[in-house]
């Protein structure tokens, strides 16, 4: 919902049970009112004596997210053409410089990186992801730089990548023979819905070692996962305006939030628990035959890490929760989006497309480096002839 109509349809619901509560309220509301606005302006004609960006004219309380439109891009992208490339708004109370040209860009996140690293604390990532334990959120400093390193090492290096080549591999194959399953009885074929299960279940393998199909385990997994996915993207009124936090408590939303942050981390803490058994299961029987690199998927490497203490950072089972929520919230819907994106854009352009065709099952015979990536154009190709 915009947040100037949450604002006023909060203002219009909760005035009348403040006023039968307590009369004197009709009084009172407005006083405070006044001079909360009188103390935002005044704050705002001493800011304007600062050395700062230009900036559009704002509202009292929402700032400028009533510019922001349905489209923020858009929005932004006009604000901009009339008040430069550098400029700074107000969302509610958070200060947002919006940069729109490459010089500037370069110049903030490349000359003063250190100065404009960090992320802003938002609730709900706050909720779901360790308060900060994780990579994706925590804030710029020390123990950012040694888990991003220990991620970059450990995790991402390119042999690890390559250990789970066999992995992508099947998982692609699987992927063009539901397309080709479809294409053969001229069904439709659902390729944002194959894409992200393409995607969760090459995730789901790489971290814990297994995915989760289409029964009762896989198909609640990946309603959290969607779930997931759809509460990191909501704007959370109570980050931008703290004054009307409380509208998100009363519209159960919050509720929501930690219903489905406990629920996953249920699910990673069992997922832990059962690797931890396998694992000393295998230490007890003498059995060292599992522990080959290959073998080894995102969670037994971060236990590992955790054990000898290996990182040269204490991390403790939230750090490693959050870890894998990570991989999870950062690693498929930008995957899977980029080729829905890519397979739209070779549907509007049919010569582009043919070329491709062409070329990747050329490409796929050569097999000079990853297969994956081939049978993935194959994938693209086919599904081209399927939709068509
Ligand atoms: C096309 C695919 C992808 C795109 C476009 C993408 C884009 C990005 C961007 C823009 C950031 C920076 C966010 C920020 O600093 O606030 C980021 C961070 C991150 N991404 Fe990706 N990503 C992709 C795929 C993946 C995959 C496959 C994984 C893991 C399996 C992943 C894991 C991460 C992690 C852990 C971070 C946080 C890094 C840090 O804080 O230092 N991403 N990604």
């Known amino acids: 919902m915009h947040p100037l109509l949450m604002f006023c349809l909060s203002f219009l619901l909760i005035t ?16 405070l009112l006044f001079t909360h606005l009188i103390t935002k302006w005044l704050s705002t004609t001493t800011t304007t004596q600062k050395n700062l960006p230009p900036s559009p004219p704002k509202l009292p309380i929402l700032g400028n997210l009533h510019q922001l439109g ?3 891009n858009r929005s932004l992208a006009t604000l901009a053409q009339r ?20 010089d500037i860009a370069r110049e903030v996140i490349k000359t003063h ?5 960090t992320r802003p604390k938002l609730s709900i990532t706050d909720k779901l992801l360790y308060k900060g334990k994780d990579l994706s959120t ?29 992995v992508r591999e099947e998982e692609v194959s699987l992927f063009i023979e539901k397309v080709k399953e479809s294409y053969s009885l001229s069904l439709p074929v659902n390729l944002s819905e194959l894409f992200a299960n393409l995607t969760n279940d090459v995730i789901c393998r790489v971290a814990f070692g297994k995915k989760y199909g289409g029964d009762e385990g896989g198909r609640k997994f990946n309603e959290l996962l969607g779930e997931l996915m759809r509460l990191l993207g909501v704007f959370h009124v109570g980050d ?12 159960g939303f919050d509720a929501q939030v930690d219903k489905v942050a406990k629920e996953f981390d249920k699910f990673i803490e069992d997922i832990l628990e059962e690797h931890i058994t ?30 000898d203490n290996s990182a040269g950072l204490a991390i403790d ?9 990570d991989m999870f919230a950062a690693g498929t819907d930008t995957t899977y989006t980029v080729l829905e994106w890519a397979m739209s854009e070779l549907l509007r352009h049919p010569r582009v497309m043919k070329k491709l065709q062409s070329e990747g099952w050329i490409l796929r015979r050569r097999s000079s480096s990853d297969w994956s990536f081939y049978l993935g154009l194959a994938g693209f190709c086919l599904a081209g002839h399927a939709v068509k």
Not at 240 to 251: D, E, G
């Open 70 to 72: 349905l489209y923020p």
């Open 16 to 31: 009348p049970l403040l006023i039968k509560w307590h009369p004197l309220l009709i009084y009172t509301l407005p006083f």
């Open 83 to 102: 008040h430069g490339p550098l400029m700074l708004l107000h969302l509610g109370s958070r200060p947002v410089l919006v940069v729109s040209s490459a």
């Open 317 to 325: 089972r939230e750090h490693i929760k959050g870890l894998v929520l």
């Open 240 to 251: 931008f305006i703290p004054s009307l936090a409380w509208v998100y408590h009363i519209n």
């Open 138 to 166: 925590a804030p710029y400093g020390e123990y950012w730089r040694q888990m991003r390193s220990t991620c970059v090492l450990q995790l991402l290096s390119n042999k690890r990548v390559q250990s789970f080549r066999a």
């Open 278 to 307: 396998h694992r000393v299961k295998r230490e007890s029987n003498g059995d060292r035959s599992n522990q080959g690199e290959y073998k080894k998927d995102l969670v037994d490497v971060l236990l590992e890490i955790q054990k």
């Open 113 to 117: 990186d250190a100065i404009f690293s």
